[in-house]
Every structure is written in C-alpha cells, then in structure tokens.
C-alpha cells in the first residue's frame, strides 16, 4: 500500500482563475488539463475484457456523431468546489466555462476560426496562434474517432441519481492505482445511457461504497444548444 502512488496534485491542488500574456487562455488550458487528470487518473492499465472496452469506445463514438453535446464537471479543490463545463456543436464550436470559488468566471469561445475569452471584463480575441490550439482539442472532442481510453471491465447496472445505467469501471495494472483521501484505489466509471447508448456520467472515485466522487461530470445532449462568437471584440493585448 505505501508504495502506490497518491492522486496526482493537480486533482486536489486550488485552482486559481486569472488572465496571464495568453489573454486568458492558460486558464482554459489548465482547466482542461485538470479535467482530463481526473477522467484519466487512473494511469496505465491493464488488458481487460475486450468487449468491454470496445463498448466504451463505442458510445463515446456514438457522442461524437450525436451532434451537439454538454459536459459539466465538478471536483473539490482546497478552496472549495470547482466547476468546468464545456458545450460543443460540431465541427466547430466551443464553449468552455471555469468558475471557482472567490473567481469571476473564466469563459472561452470558439467559432470557425476564431476564439475569444473573458474574465470579469469584456471579451477579447484571441491570438490566431491560441485560436488553432483551441480548434486541434475541438477536433479531438467532436470529430477525432476515439482509441486510447485505456481497459474497461463491464460493472453491470448502476444507479445514478435515481437513474439505471449501464457501468464500465477502469482496469489498472497491480498495485498502480492512485489511492484516495481514504486511503482505498481509485477508479474511473463510465455510465452509459442504455436507451440512447450515450455517454451519461463520467465519475472518478475511490472503490468503496459511499465515497464522495473527487470527479464527477455528467453529460447532456440538448438541441437548442447556441453558441456565438464576439466579432466586435478587440484583439488580446499581451500581458
């Protein structure tokens, strides 16, 4: 047990919103960088039942072809909770909100080419250079088949918030699981829809009955989803 590595700091470390020479954009970068350390938290993993993963990759290609989608996320930080949620339309449109406690928001947009973000003030465009960065995790989330979503072993039925889906739970190698504030492994699990084969819930946890999710995102399908870009705004100035 004491050689297993901890949660990585980044899942419990406080987030801080603020504007740096990017425009705001490191935020946006950080932000997501966080979320993906705790939906992938679990590390390198173990070969499980193929099937199993196959049915992963198979509802989260179903999501990329189910047009527009929301993703909204929460973890604790020592400050308190943090909240990111981000909305796609493809092939490309984005937006990706941060709120923290003691922050103003942090919001970042994507339209076409363009991209603009703001946090307590007006929007400002985003450098090109920032704005095609923005654009490849777009396409990465939208359009890009995925592949490397690492081992599933099919968990059966699960309930979430008074709802029946349908679990997949991530297979580590021995002894390479992160522990959590508990002290027990940590696990990620995929809640797929059974009526519409979608992605529902993305939970990050330790393995024990009752544990307090250190991530959970839920995703919804909404079609009246609208995004659109600030063409008025002015450039970014460099910090």
């Given at each position: ?166 679990a997949y739970r991530s297979v580590e ?61 002015p450039l970014a100035k460099i910090r």
């Amino acid at each position: 047990m004491e050689n297993r590595e901890k949660i990585p700091e980044a899942v419990s470390r406080s987030v801080k919103i603020s504007h740096d020479d990017l425009g705001g954009y490191g935020m946006f970068r950080s932000g997501v960088a966080c979320l993906l350390a705790c939906c992938l938290l679990s590390g390198p993993a173990l070969s499980a039942g193929e099937s199993c993963r196959d049915e992963v990759i198979a509802a989260f290609s179903k999501q990329r072809s189910s047009g527009a989608y929301r993703m909204v996320g929460e973890r604790m930080s020592e400050t308190g909770p943090v909240e990111v949620t981000e909305e796609y339309i493809p092939p490309d449109r984005m937006r990706h909100v941060i709120v923290a406690v003691g922050q103003p928001p942090l919001q970042t947009v994507l339209v076409g080419r363009r991209a603009w973000s703001r946090q307590d003030g007006p929007w400002e465009e985003l450098m090109p250079a920032i704005a095609q960065t923005i654009i490849a995790q777009v396409i990465a989330a939208t359009a890009v088949p995925p592949t490397d979503v690492g081992q599933f072993e099919c968990a059966g039925k699960a309930t979430v918030d008074g709802k029946e889906y349908v679990a997949y739970r991530s297979v580590e190698k021995p002894g390479s699981s992160p522990l959590g504030p508990g002290g027990t492994p940590v696990h990620r699990t995929l809640y797929v829809d059974p009526a519409t084969g979608l992605p529902a819930y993305n939970i990050v946890a330790e393995e024990k009955d009752g544990a307090t999710p250190i991530f959970k995102g839920a995703y919804s399908y909404p079609d009246d989803l609208v995004i659109e870009g600030h063409p008025d705004a002015p450039l970014a100035k460099i910090r």
